[in-house]
């Protein structure tokens, strides 16, 4: 299952470094460009790229679709607490944590929460839409 | 600059010509990559990083999604157009056209001039900073004084995903 010895090994060695830099973007949304958008799908991309190389049997264990989907679900229910914890302060979506000084990771204030309950949605969105594409395929070919 | 983006601009519409006419699909397919990547280096020379990265690695996923699509199924292009639908095509191509001129015309008449935005954009970042204490402006507009939509967004993707786990899975049917 899976491809050659050197497209698993440059996959083996690209992931993680794809992974931290999607980290990266999501984390430093509000003060360097990209945010959750960009970061989720880097996130997203370097899991379909361990999955592309491996094969789908060996890296279910690990990461499987009801996983991602508790992920996804996990990221809006986030987003949503973060907006509604603005009603204690005032209103809805109300920015609470805000500071004045750039370049400090709270320095947008909410702005770096919400732009984490993006990364972990989309992230996870875009890898139960491509693992269920192949679970799909499997079930189909195996017939039943 | 203005040279390197006309010179991508001509890149892309001739990517485009080249995806509608010919017969095998594989370089088809092909010709669209390069809009989606010549789109990716105009996104980085109008400083849109932002943008870039997402369009690149959509482009890439996408590519490789169709390129496996065409692998599995068929090379050649099929579809053959009825003689008589060919003078229709004509006339609502030309009807188009010449629409789509009269609206970009009158909307590049309304536009500044290319590159006088600096100093509006600088003191739009001011402010932004100064109201969100954020210091990368597209994410405070997303995030902060647009929060309904992208809660809205949020929400439309978690719907789709659900719509595409409903129709592919076979493990909740009742059949």
Not at chain 2, 8 to 32: H, N
Not at chain 2, 75 to 91: F, G, K
Not at chain 2, 151 to 157: I, W
């Amino acid at each position: 299952m899976g491809m050659t010895a050197i497209v698993k090994r440059i996959a083996m060695l690209m992931t993680p470094a794809t992974c931290l830099l999607g980290v990266y973007i999501i984390l430093h949304g509000h003060v360097t460009p990209g945010g959750g958008f960009a970061g989720g799908i880097l996130v997203a991309g370097s899991l379909i790229l361990l999955v592309l190389a491996f094969g789908i049997s060996s890296v279910k264990q690990e990461i499987n679709q009801n996983n991602a989907k508790i992920a996804l679900s996990l990221g809006l229910i986030l987003f949503w607490s973060v907006a509604f914890m603005g009603l204690f302060h005032g209103s809805f979506f109300q920015n609470y944590l805000k500071s004045h000084s750039a370049s400090h990771f709270l320095s947008g204030g909410n702005i770096a929460f919400y732009d984490i309950a993006i990364g972990i949605g989309v992230s996870a969105a875009l890898f139960t839409i491509f693992i269920s594409f192949l679970i799909a395929k499997k079930e189909s070919s195996t017939g039943s | 600059m203005m040279i390197v983006l006309i010179a991508l601009i001509v890149l892309m519409i001739l990517g485009a010509i080249v995806a509608l006419e010919s017969r095998d699909l594989l370089s088809a397919i092909i010709s669209l990559g390069i809009i989606g990547f010549a789109l990716t280096i105009i996104f980085l020379v109008l400083s849109a990083p932002d943008l870039a990265i997402v369009q690149i690695i959509i482009e890439t996923l996408t590519l490789i999604i169709l390129i496996a699509a065409v692998l599995k199924t068929t090379r050649a292009d099929t579809s053959e157009t009825v003689n008589a639908r060919v003078v229709m095509l004509w006339i609502s191509g030309i009807i188009f056209m010449g629409l789509f001129l009269l609206s970009a015309v009158r909307a590049f008449q309304s536009l500044p001039e290319f590159g006088a935005l600096g100093l509006r954009m600088a003191q739009a970042y001011l402010d932004g900073f100064r109201q969100t204490g954020a210091s990368n402006l597209v994410t405070a507009v997303i995030l902060d004084f647009r929060g309904y939509d992208t809660l809205g967004e949020a929400t439309v993707l978690f719907t789709s995903v659900a719509g595409v786990v409903t129709v592919l899975r076979k493990a909740g049917r009742k059949d």
